[in-house]
């Protein structure tokens, strides 16, 4: 299932101060955020190893240490971590750019994979001590414990290992979220024959939403950075895969829609310079959505062109949601997705497992943008 992919790394791919978020309770010049900690030392009992941040700043400020483990509240689970998976906004959280929500920990992580180690007051039933898991959180994950909401949880899936399952939380919920849930704040934006567009196909968002596009049946094609990269799209089921660094990527996706008139739905990460482009490359009725700003968050918009299209423009993030919508997502992820990885539809693309100590390489890696997949902190 796993598809490892090893790559020298290449120029930065993304403009990450391009990924900041509104400010947030961490001003420019707030204290970076502490913890009880004591340095790290096999010999410390009743207590657990996490990656702490000593400030804010470059992977230097990443460092091991110790604290108590936290304990399971109403509805919660303790998971003891297999794995943690790696997203770029660990990175932008590093770099003090987005903190997590009100009440989460301050330790860096948002995905998980595990066993039930502890129940909290109220948690689902269906989770028991000793349950393989994964789980979505809005923060902990690089630690050896991990809290996470019982209704946030998921069953690994068939064919999947329990390290594999971290890389499967906030790529499928993102990826549901923005392109087929159907419930009361949601629509679907991408159906049967239509064709879609994936821009960063090689992300870990990106290899999630081709994969799950083709199985529902639409036509997809994708950007990358390299011809590697464009290789790998086009042997994961891309109808066309464009180098957008040697190729004019609008002008040829153009060409390859121009057979049903148009690209219908453009799932972006880069926002910026794009903007236009997407708007131009849509056809009517054409859904532009957005999850990232890579190459900035403000554009420029003629409206007369989203009304002579009749476009829609929209976007989301994920971690700050409340948990009852998280639980919704969590519920059409296992009913919907879930079966197509264990049908194979969907396989799970791990770039690489670093133990936790390696946490500078894992972000390093993930900053150079040279990764195929979802990078993973294996914490054993």
């Not at 028991?128 to 994950?141: E, T």
């Not at 992300?203 to 950007?223: K, N």
């Not at 264990?342 to 396989?347: I, L, T």
Request: proline residues 6%; charged residues 20%.
């Amino acid at each position: 299932m796993t598809v490892s992919r090893s790559t020298n790394d290449r120029a930065s791919e993304q403009k990450q101060e391009n990924w900041i978020f509104p400010p947030g309770r961490w001003g420019v010049s707030d204290a970076p955020p502490r913890f009880s900690v004591r340095p790290y030392s096999e010999s410390m009992n009743n207590a657990m190893r996490i990656v702490a941040m000593e400030g804010f700043g470059g992977t230097d400020v990443l460092r091991m240490a110790e604290v108590e483990p936290p304990k399971p509240g109403a509805g919660e689970l303790l998971i003891q971590v297999a794995a943690a998976g790696l997203n770029r906004a660990d990175i932008l959280q590093r770099q003090g750019h987005y903190p997590p929500p009100p009440g989460a920990s301050e330790v860096l992580g948002m995905e998980v994979s595990g066993t039930v180690a502890e129940r909290g007051p109220g948690a689902d039933e269906r989770w028991q001590i000793g349950d393989a898991v994964c789980a979505l959180v809005p923060g902990g994950g690089y630690a050896e414990f991990c809290v996470a909401h019982s209704g946030c949880c998921l069953p690994v899936p068939t064919g999947v290992t329990l390290e594999q399952a971290a890389a499967l939380p906030e790529a499928a919920m993102t990826v549901w979220a923005n392109l087929f849930a159907t419930d009361a704040r949601n629509t679907p934006r991408l159906f049967a024959g239509e064709r879609f567009l994936m821009q960063g196909g090689t992300s870990g968002i990106g290899v999630m939403a081709i994969q799950a596009a083709r199985a529902r049946g639409a036509h997809v094609a994708a950007t990358a950075g390299s011809e590697e990269k464009c290789r790998f799209l086009r042997e994961l089921g891309c109808e066309r895969a464009w180098n957008y660094r040697e190729q004019d990527w609008a002008a040829a996706a153009a060409e390859w829609a121009a057979g049903s008139g148009a690209v219908d739905v453009i799932l972006d990460m880069v926002a910026g310079d794009y903007f236009a482009k997407h708007v131009e490359l849509l056809g009517v009725g054409g859904r532009l959505i957005h999850f990232a700003t890579a190459h900035g968050a403000e554009v420029q918009l003629d409206l007369r062109n989203v009304m002579r299209k009749r476009l829609t423009v929209t976007g989301s993030t994920l971690r700050s949601r409340p948990v009852e919508e998280k639980r919704r997502l969590r519920d059409a992820v296992e009913a919907e997705l879930w079966p197509l990885i264990a049908q194979g539809k969907v396989r799970v693309v791990v770039d690489r497992a670093l133990p936790m100590a390696q946490a500078g390489e894992a972000q390093r890696r993930m900053e150079s943008s040279a990764h195929i997949g979802k990078i993973l902190l294996r914490m054993a």
